[in-house]
């Protein structure tokens, strides 16, 4: 993930600063919130650790709608700037804990600082899921990457294998094919491959792209770097480098904190994207709505966080607490 280094104007400081409404993230869901609340006279705090999210990531949108294509750090651009035109104060940090007062307020804990919010929107998407084999802990960085499109340029004139078989381990070794990786071994664990088929299409194309079904990476070898791949069914692959796309895991340790309820690993929201816990909304790749890995989008985490910044702004209306 991409970490952001704080400004100087940022230091962490001891004063504790109060907000309407704390919205943890900084992927598409969180800057979307804060879009639509601050544009609604709320005051509004962003706190995230990672610029763009999961969204930072991505080398190429082309289904984000009303652009052709556009690169995930333009479009973290031009949401932060939006929310920023309409006064959502930004914060570059992650949070450690958050825990409700005896009045209701929330009291966010960052490495940036304390803040203060009558309202939180969680919209702490996921990260990287680990191969968990042997020899992967060791050559993390040293051959073993979890973000084909961040570290493919390294890979031009070399083999590679991308373990996956969704949409980022697809787009992760069109972007390896791209930078000119010499041979692309792409493997997938079961029969077949989870992603879009435009992609899968794409990648049939490519000459120096190999798909290779039922392969279930079960150990990372080599010396210094990575040098050889095996599997469980007894082969292996000579390559430079692996790349493990197999998923995500949700972000949900502030929330089970805070007592939200959990379903199927997922932050659990109604319609109108509360959680169980009165004053805390949740959206995004994160929550329940969520369920099919496919759609985990960011048309669809924009849309929840739209509805859970205008529930939010219903529930801090009510309570007639807006600053
Ligand atoms: C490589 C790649 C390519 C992709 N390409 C596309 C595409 O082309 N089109 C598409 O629609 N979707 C794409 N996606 C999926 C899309 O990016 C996600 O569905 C979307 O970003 C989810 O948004 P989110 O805001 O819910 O969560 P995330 O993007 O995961 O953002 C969550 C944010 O919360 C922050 N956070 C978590 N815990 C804390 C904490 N304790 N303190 C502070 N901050 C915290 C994280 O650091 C992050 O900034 C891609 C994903 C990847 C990985």
């Given at each position: 993930m991409l970490l952001l280094t704080p400004k100087p104007d940022e230091e962490e400081t001891s004063e504790i600063k109060e907000f309407d409404l704390g919205v943890i993230g900084m992927g598409p869901s969180g800057l979307t919130a804060s879009i639509y609340a601050s544009r609604a006279s709320i005051k509004v705090a962003c706190i995230g650790k990672?610029?763009?999210?999961?969204?930072?990531?991505?080398?190429?949108?082309?289904?984000?709608?009303?652009?052709?294509s556009i690169s995930g750090i333009e479009l973290t651009d031009k949401m932060r700037e939006q929310a920023e035109k309409f006064g959502t104060k930004i914060v570059y940090g992650e949070v450690s804990t958050i825990t409700k007062t005896e009045d209701n307020l929330f009291l966010i804990k960052s490495d940036m600082g304390t803040y203060k919010a009558k309202a939180l929107i969680l919209a702490t998407g996921g990260r990287h899921r680990e191969l968990?084999?042997?020899g992967e802990k060791e050559f993390i960085g040293k051959g073993v990457s979890y973000c084909a499109t961040c570290d493919a340029a390294f890979f031009k004139e070399k083999t590679v294998i991308v373990s996956g078989s969704g949409d980022a381990a697809a787009t992760g070794t069109l972007a390896l094919s791209d930078v000119g990786a010499?041979?692309?071994?792409?493997?997938?664990?079961?029969?077949?491959?989870?992603?879009e088929k435009i992609y899968l299409d794409r990648a049939g194309h490519r000459k120096n792209i190999e798909i290779l079904f039922n392969k279930q990476v079960s150990e990372i070898k080599g010396t210094n770097t990575v040098e050889e791949v095996f599997f469980s069914d007894g082969t292996s692959l000579k390559t430079d480098g692996i790349f493990a796309e197999i998923g995500i895991i949700p972000n949900i340790e502030l929330a089970t904190a805070l007592g939200c309820e959990i379903e199927n690993g997922l932050i659990k929201i109604d319609d109108e994207c509360?959680?169980?816990?009165?004053?805390v909304f949740s959206a995004g790749d994160v929550t329940s709505k969520i369920v099919n890995p496919l759609s985990r989008q960011i048309s669809t985490s924009v849309g929840l966080a739209t509805i859970a910044a205008l529930s939010a702004a219903e529930y801090l209306q009510a309570r007639k607490t807006i600053f």
């Open positions: 990672d610029y763009g999210g999961q969204m930072g990531l991505a080398l190429e949108i082309e289904n984000y709608p009303g652009f052709d968990g084999v042997p010499e041979k692309i071994y792409w493997v997938s664990r079961s029969n077949y491959m989870k992603c509360r959680t169980n816990v009165s004053g």
